[in-house]
């Protein structure tokens, strides 16, 4: 015999629900996503112009998929017969939510507390929401942060996600994002993503960078040194490879023991790059570096310079690494959390592992740019939610020589 | 005949400056000088048709303060103010409810936890009022709605982004007849207009994105945007004359006739 489906919830659904097909619409999508349902309760208008009204009993059989079903059915009109605030849990343990815990996305999104919508602070996706009950605030917490005690909302009972449209700032560029191609026309991206950054940049929004080595290795650094001079460049998110390489044309001249203006290897060049970091190392970082003197370019160089804030985030394969890396992934993450606040723009070059970190922290209104010469770094961006990501498939050099030029047109 | 009332508001301040649906672009903007005569057309062509119209002053910073069809819903003397879905456009309310205040209608508010952009997403048709739900507007608020004016409402679900008001693919043309996109609508919705509505026109996917249902009806006239020349072919059909205006400067914003102009006296459709 079946399992009696034990996850049961009330809902009321009146207007003209007969002749606007809203009462069959809204029993289809109960059993399309698997609950049962039983009519309570009908009153059908005696004319016409009466509304009628039903009370529909829906059962499912796990809270999860009840939840699925009250949040299609809200679309419809449909109400839980209990207007209800936002549900939550004390959490029993740190560093974890109760198990039925609202998860986020990164669209703007509404808790109800005491009678009141309220907006979600710090929206980020896949993280939880941490109720202050005393100001009737919310905000997303991050799992690790969860303190035991701290009142985290749980199932989808009074929150609500803004249509996606809000996000739908997002369309910035909507009529050129849809898929990823490396044959669309790049001198119109550029010069979208161009002049989108001179609006941030007059909106008092600050423009977040988020590079990879190969901004260095195809010899770019001249012109993100030249977006840091003109002011285009508000933060720097990369990782030990790029801060790495930068520093290694700027002592020896190379770029992972290559040549940068000849594009031949330099003998014993391959020891470069640990060289470099060595030599960094041994004067206490790169911002000593530079203040001592015997780091005098590059990009790593005009960010001390222009006091650019940097976040060079760790990885498992790090040579060194530089003693400005932050190794402690979970560190990491706070420190980027902390400077993405205020960014209204943000473009991602040559970099996967860092643009999906990235692209995880920010909230969907943020507009990204992401640059890479494989499409798949575009699409995996977009996959994992960040749907506000304009890609351009194309090398690093090239695509920022023409966005200097464009800048300072 | 009573002669028919429409509310404008001239564009003086009218411009792309955020982007709130898929139309928006900030980096096509609109062009002033050509959008101040596209506007000047379209109120000089429906003076023509012998409407009143009344102006409402344009405020700085409130750019789709032209869109008065979003003002809210009139139904006698009674103004339903819009509840917004975008910040953006919630600041245009107070100027909204203090101009209705100002020419006798009673100003009325929806429950605060719902959504609803009034003309914009709720049309009658005949004795029906026909609603747009899911993307701008809730379906509780338009069922709200017919509970208070205890008339019929019927919701319909709009399923295409492009089309995010009702009103950008529905319009009524008399108690009995209306166009419509139908790639706007999933089969629910088709089969409720096909059911309630005898007469339908409907529109073609190209012209639907040229808002060419977006129309302002005056009787047998419709003003419609430039290029529906397929809808004006059925229009004649139909017995209506259609009169082209060149509102390209207002679709880079989602919006065309139907949205710069409010109904003040209920529309040529509508039965109350």
Known sequence: MAKAKSFVEEIELQGHIIDSLLLPKVLDEILTRGGTYTIKKIDLGRQREDPSKAKIEIKADSQEQLDDIMEAVHDHGAVPTLQRDCEFELADMNGAFPERFYSTTNFRTQVRIGGDWVDVDDQEMDCGIVLDLKKQTARCIAMVHVKKNQPIVVGHQGVRVMPAETAARTSLFEFMSSAVSSEKPKGVTVREIAATIKRTKAAGEKILAVLGPAVVHTGSVEHICELIKLGYLDVLFAGNALATHDIEQALFGTSLGVWLDRGLPAEEGHEHHLRAINTIRRLGGIEAAVKKGNLKSGIMFECVQHAIPFVLAGSIRDDGPLPEVITDTLVAQDVMREKIKGVGFCFMIATMLHSIATGNLLPAAVKVACVDINPATVTKLADRGSQQTVGVVTDAEPFLRALVAELKT | ?272
């Not at chain 2, 649906?21 to 506007?39: D, I, K, L, T």
């Not at chain 2, 009702?166 to 790639?183: H, R, S």
Request: with cysteine.
């Open chain 2, 1 to 272: 005949m009573k002669t028919p009332r429409i509310l404008m508001c001239p564009p003086d301040y009218y411009g792309i400056e955020y982007e709130i649906n898929p139309w928006m672009s900030r980096s096509r903007g609109a062009a002033p000088e050509r959008a101040r005569q596209q506007w000047r057309d379209l109120h000089d062509a429906l003076v023509k048709l012998g409407v009143q119209v009344e102006l409402m002053t344009p405020q700085p910073g409130l750019p789709d303060l032209v869109f008065t069809a979003n003002a809210g819903l009139v139904f006698g003397t009674r103004f339903f103010s819009s509840r917004f879905a975008h910040p953006e456009r919630q600041r245009e309310t107070p100027f909204f409810d203090a101009w209705f205040a100002e020419h006798g209608f009673t100003v009325e508010r929806l429950p605060y936890d719902v959504y609803f952009e009034g003309a914009g997403d709720a049309l009658f048709c005949g004795p029906i009022l026909f609603a747009g739900y899911r993307i701008r507007s809730h379906a509780a608020g338009h069922i709200h709605l017919g509970n208070v004016l205890q008339r019929r409402v019927l919701p319909l679900e709009l399923v295409d982004k492009r089309f995010y008001h009702l009103d950008t693919c529905f319009c009524p043309l008399a108690p009995d007849e209306a166009i419509y996109f139908p790639g706007a609508f999933d089969a629910y919705g088709r089969t409720v207009i096909e059911k309630h509505i005898p007469k339908l026109i409907a529109v073609v996917e190209n012209e639907a994105e040229r808002f060419a249902c977006n129309a302002v009806v005056v009787g047998k006239k419709v003003v419609v945007n430039a290029g529906s020349d397929r809808l004006a072919e059925d229009l004649r059909k139909a017995g209506y004359e259609c009169l082209s205006v060149e509102l390209d400067e207002y679709i880079k914003a989602g919006g065309s006739a139907k949205c710069l102009t409010l109904r003040l006296d209920g529309e040529d459709a509508a039965i109350w």
